[in-house]
């Protein structure tokens, strides 16, 4: 973990980012897996994002049997369709390079992520503070967050693509996509930016997609720096943060009151 002058530095070139810029994901978090302090009143703990592109399923496949558990294999075996080949090995690999951070367990296959009734990931691996991971798969992009049971949070990422816009702008209510907020950002980037917070949330809740898309709704949208922080009308006791990194958004939803700091400074 870094501090001091060195950390505040890289926070600071991120910091004067303008309005709107699009950054690529190695400026915002350049390692993978990257450490997040989590810092509260009475509780400073941490949580690990990793991500990793699509390009890399050919290598990861050869190696599947180092990262995925006997019974994911199993599963993923058992799968025929190639994308969901793919974005399973994808999304278990990012998944384990945060949990081997968390869980310091560097052997990737020990660890087991199972799915839940509600095909949420459950880890099975032996330990004293139990930890939660949660995986989005998207376009070329696969990220997951590795957290402690006692903080959820969770992750999604979504590609931009105006040819969803339409579906998009139809769950999202008009007060959220009111153009004062960030005016600067065009209404396909604002739109991806709410549904992804909103995914996000219903990963939180576990609940998925399976809930009216209107209790998710947002409120406030503002920019901090290269980040993109609002809040949740039904659900305050949550915020999100979300990233526009070239051709995708990428949102962590956590506990409103919790400081989020990235480790972004050179190793
Ligand atoms: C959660 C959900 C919104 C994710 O949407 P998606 O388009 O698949 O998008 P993402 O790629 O971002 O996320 C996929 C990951 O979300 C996670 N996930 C799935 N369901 C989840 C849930 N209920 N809660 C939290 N995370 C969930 C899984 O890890 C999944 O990856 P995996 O299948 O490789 O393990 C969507 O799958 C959903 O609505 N699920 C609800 C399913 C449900 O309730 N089923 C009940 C049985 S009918």
Known sequence: MLYGEKRDK?????????????????????YSPARLVLQR????????????????????????????????????DAFTAPRRKSSFLLGRYVAKQALAVLLREPQYANIEI?????????????????VEVSITHAGELACALAFPQMHPMATDAER?????LE?????????????QRLPLLSESVRCTIIWTAKEALSKVLKC????????????????????????????GQFKFHAWVVKDH????????????MFDVAPR
């Open 249 to 260: 958004v990428i949102a962590i939803v956590l506990p409103k009151w919790t400081t989020m």
């Open 41 to 76: 009143k009475d509780l400073t703990t941490e949580a690990v994002f990793a991500w990793a592109h699509s390009a890399e399923y050919a290598a990861l496949h050869q190696t599947r049997r180092r990262i995925l558990h006997p019974h994911e294999l199993a599963r993923y």
């Open 208 to 235: 998925g997609m399976m809930c009216p898309f209107s209790i998710l709704e947002t409120i406030e949208l503002r920019q901090e720096g290269p980040c993109y922080v609002g809040y949740f009308r039904n659900f």
């Open 10 to 30: 890289a926070l600071l070139r991120l910091a004067a980012r303008g309005a709107g810029e699009v950054l690529d994901l190695e400026t915002i978090m350049p």
């Open 160 to 164: 931009l693509d105006t040819d969803n």
């Open 167 to 179: 579906a998009m702008k139809s769950q999202i209510l008009p007060g959220e996509l009111d153009p």
């Open 114 to 130: 199972a799915s839940g009734v509600f095909t949420q990931p459950i880890v099975k691996f032996p330990t004293a503070e139990p």
